[in-house]
């Protein structure tokens, strides 16, 4: 079987980070036998990118032999279309991912998002491309919903890597980045930049708790350092607006490190029940008052890797059900 990948969003080498999760599903498809091509449309220079990679990905479907084409968000799966995959009788199966449509056009303006990605944030164009898809899976149970798309939708959480992100030794990391050993630390993984994140809103959190505690930022860090800085910290907080299925809250889990987040996407389920995990109002005290109990709470090595499993959550179990809906699909056809 041979299988096309068609993403907007793959690591490269400005920037190993972006789309690391579907990168490393693809490669977890490509270990289980499935001979993976990748289509990459770097829409960083431009939605027109989109529109002008249709010739190239149509002369890719006219020249393979594809037994089926799965699409990673919306723009991927109506590319598709338009360079005419229906014609060539190739079933498409579309992943959504996007959480933006939990915002909404009104917090993307407010946020001053870009009058090119505002797109991004209404829900025809992903109703239209669940409708144009002949398999569908969502990361998360609610975004179908929120879109208005009402047939049938399979969910497949983003799967984490329990032999990457696993507990390591906490003073061993702080020794590799520099960070003291004798202070607590913080962690906010994502770009301080991006307002859906809530960056301000953490460090205004941080001045009301009495340890003072070190706020770490990510952003661009190489993704073979993330598991090093998670368990460098003793907490890792997420504060954004809105998410589907955030990744970095597993990572965090499976590495035994304690939570605070939001209640976004399917976080509150994730956390249900976890010892370690806090949800927190979008606010600096709630935050805060979070954080504390975070940081009272210390690590659990085992707890968070054992609800992953219990969910079915990690990378090799949501491999297992891709190769299975590839086969499936493939034998129909």
Known sequence: MR?????????????PYYGVFVKRQVDAV?????????FFTDASGGRRRYLNAIPSLRRALREQPFD??????????????????????????LTLHEGEVYGGLRLAMRERVHPLRLLTYTRGPKRLALGLADRRVSVEVGLPREVGFEGPVEVIAPGTDLELFRPLD???????????????????PADPENRNK????????????AAEPLLLGGGQ????????????????????????APTVIREAMACGVPVVSTPTGDVEQLLDGTRAGF???????????????????????????ARLRELGMTLEETTARYLDLYRELAEAT
């Open 68 to 93: 089926l084409v799965h699409a990673h968000h919306t723009y991927c799966a109506l590319q598709a279309r338009v360079a005419g995959l229906g014609r060539q009788r190739i079933p498409l199966v």
């Open 170 to 188: 906490p003073a061993l990391c702080r020794r590799k980045l520099g960070l003291p050993e004798d202070r607590p630390i913080v962690f906010f």
């Open 279 to 305: 949800i927190a109002e979008r606010e600096p005290a709630d935050l805060g008052r979070c954080i504390e109990a975070a940081l009272a709470a210390g690590r659990y090595p085992d707890a968070g890797r």
């Open 3 to 15: 299988v096309l990948q068609l993403t907007n969003m793959y690591p490269t080498p400005i920037r």
């Open 30 to 38: 490509r270990a289980g036998g499935i001979e993976t091509d990748v």
């Open 198 to 209: 809530g960056f301000d809103l953490v460090r205004q959190s941080l001045d009301r708790i």
């Open 221 to 244: 860090i190489p993704p073979p350092e993330m598991p090093t800085h998670i368990n460098a910290s003793d907490v890792v907080v997420q504060a954004s607006a809105y998410e589907a």
